[in-house]
């Protein structure tokens, strides 16, 4: 996997992946696909492009990823002499200015061009459906993921599914409604889900297969609500696991092991990084570690730091909580507990610990960075289930197999945290396994989409037990993030922003 991924890098610049502002301004990817496309080889080489750009610095190398720990309630900021634009994200109060949106906005267009590209160029070739498809299937399927994201994030925007060859054309396209906007997501991923392969060659998890359209099919319609689709998706890939090749990992930290990436059957899509190489405009920039890591003992940066009460509140006999957190280190033989450390408040453990060929702060690691786990399979399973049909055994056997591996501190068996049994009110049942979903994927991102589909912003920022009070929440603002005001200067179409900004 790791050779692979090399190659994207030097693929990227092949479908024009320069640096831009701007999407209107200056389209990335813009390419004639009937000149560039020749052979199937060229569209696995745009959709291999694609992925170079999403990992990168400015998407899951560090700016997306870290935005979304920002806004949820796990993490804050650590060292507040950080950048202005990270404070304002964490503490619901930037403007339509802000540069981490300015970063990852044009970037995940510069994904999507790439992957119409490669749509376009499979379609012109004009193959047997059974010679091209599966890869028409994975471009298909990289917009899905784009589009996933970003419309969860900012709402109503431009919803392009086409080649852009000519720039100008873009500077009067307008917003597409999100109800739009998922449709055309619905789409691609069935489409994926009939055309991909059940594994990739070598079973590659940076790679999508059927498996992983079939799971972010449930996510997506989790997010909608439509839970009897969420879990006719998900009860498919549990179905088919092996078909597949998912599995819970035994030991948790497995999933945060850089040096054994490769080979984890719990990932079903992630996105490669390579360790100690870099690529032009920040790709392969693995910069997550060091936003992590401990400022005054390691070198790193110290900016996204959880809340001391996500640590007190979380049950230390949890196997979960011991591999999530740095709460000592050792420097130079001596143990140095939290209380030393430049932020005194225990750091993010998970990616941290274990970077593989990183350099001396974790930086340019070897960590294959999942957005998807089989883990949560269960836990969409579980929920929809439960929302269908109220408390029942099958949605808590669900979650009995991720407490059941919660139980194994790496080999060794304890008794905590017991099994669920389906005896409680549905909203108690909902409510414990949305707890569940926060311990389980801890600082991996989930937890600012779990608050925003579920409603709890004004629960977990202004109530009395919030983890990381913030007074300045706003339900009707901060659902959703301002569109950068670069882009509406140059379409006003795209007017009016989002709400409050």
Excluded at 88 to 98: E, I, L, T, V, Y
Excluded at 113 to 120: G, K, L, T, V, Y
Excluded at 296 to 308: E, I, K
Excluded at 429 to 447: N, S, T
Aim: hydrophobic share 40%; proline share 6%; net charge negative.
């Amino acid at each position: 996997m790791k050779n692979l991924h090399k190659i994207i890098i030097s693929l990227g610049l092949v479908i024009g992946l320069g640096a831009c502002a701007d999407l209107e301004e200056k389209p990335i990817g813009v390419f004639a696909p009937e000149t560039f496309f020749q052979t199937p080889k060229d569209v696995e080489t745009a959709v291999l492009g694609a992925y170079g750009v999403i990992a990168s610095e400015n998407l899951f190398g560090r700016q997306f990823i870290c935005a979304l720990q920002f806004r949820g309630d796990m993490i804050t900021i650590g060292n507040r002499a950080t950048s202005a634009e990270r404070i304002q994200m964490n503490d619901f109060n930037m403007d339509s200015d802000n540069g981490m949106i300015r970063r990852f906005w044009p970037q995940w267009f510069q994904a999507i061009n790439a992957a119409n590209s490669a749509e376009a160029g499979g379609i012109s070739l004009d193959l047997p459906d059974n010679e091209i498809n599966y890869l028409i299937a994975e471009a298909r399927f990289v917009r899905a993921f784009s589009y996933f994201h970003l419309v969860r994030v900012f709402g109503d925007l431009p919803y392009i599914n086409f080649p852009v060859t000519d720039p100008t054309s873009l500077k009067t396209i307008s917003k597409t409604s999100e109800a739009e906007i998922y449709q055309g997501i619905i789409a691609d991923l069935e489409f994926a889900k009939q055309w991909l392969p059940n594994k990739q060659k070598n079973d590659v998890r940076t790679r999508p297969s059927a498996g992983t359209a079939a799971s972010y099919l449930a996510s997506v319609y989790l997010t909608l609500g439509d839970y009897q689709k969420a879990y006719t998706e998900a009860k498919f890939v549990i179905d088919n696991k092996d078909l597949f090749g998912y599995a819970l990992e035994a030991n948790f930290e497995n999933n945060f092991n850089a040096n054994i990436a490769d080979n984890l059957k719990e990932t079903i899509f992630a996105f490669d990084f390579l360790g100690q190489i870099s690529g032009s405009n920040g790709q392969n920039d693995d910069s997550l570690v060091p936003m992590l890591a401990v400022l005054n003992l390691t070198g790193g940066y110290g900016v996204s730091v959880p809340t001391q009460a996500v640590y007190d509140t979380w049950d230390a006999r949890d196997y979960r909580k011991k591999v999530s957190f740095v709460d000592t280190l050792v420097v130079n033989g001596v143990k140095r507990p939290y209380k030393d450390f430049s932020t005194p408040r225990p750091h993010v453990g998970k990616w941290v610990k274990l970077p593989g060929n990183a350099n001396a702060i974790g930086r340019y690691s070897d960590h294959n960075i999942a957005d998807f786990r089989y883990a949560e399979v269960l836990m969409i399973a579980a929920e929809a289930s439960a929302e269908i049909n109220g408390p029942n055994a099958e949605a808590a056997g669900y979650l009995n197999q991720i407490r059941a591996r919660a139980r194994n501190w790496a080999g060794t068996q304890v008794d905590f945290p017991a099994d669920v049994m389906p005896s409680m009110s549905k909203p108690e049942f909902i409510d414990l396994i949305i707890e569940d979903r926060r311990l389980e994927f801890a600082f991996e991102w989930k937890r600012w989409y779990d608050i925003k589909r579920r409603n709890l912003g004004e629960k977990v920022f202004l109530g009395p037990n919030s983890l990381e009070p913030q007074p300045t929440f706003d339900p009707s603002r901060d659902y959703l993030m301002p569109i950068p005001d670069s882009e509406l200067r140059i379409n006003p179409n795209l007017a009016p922003n989002n709400p409050g900004y």
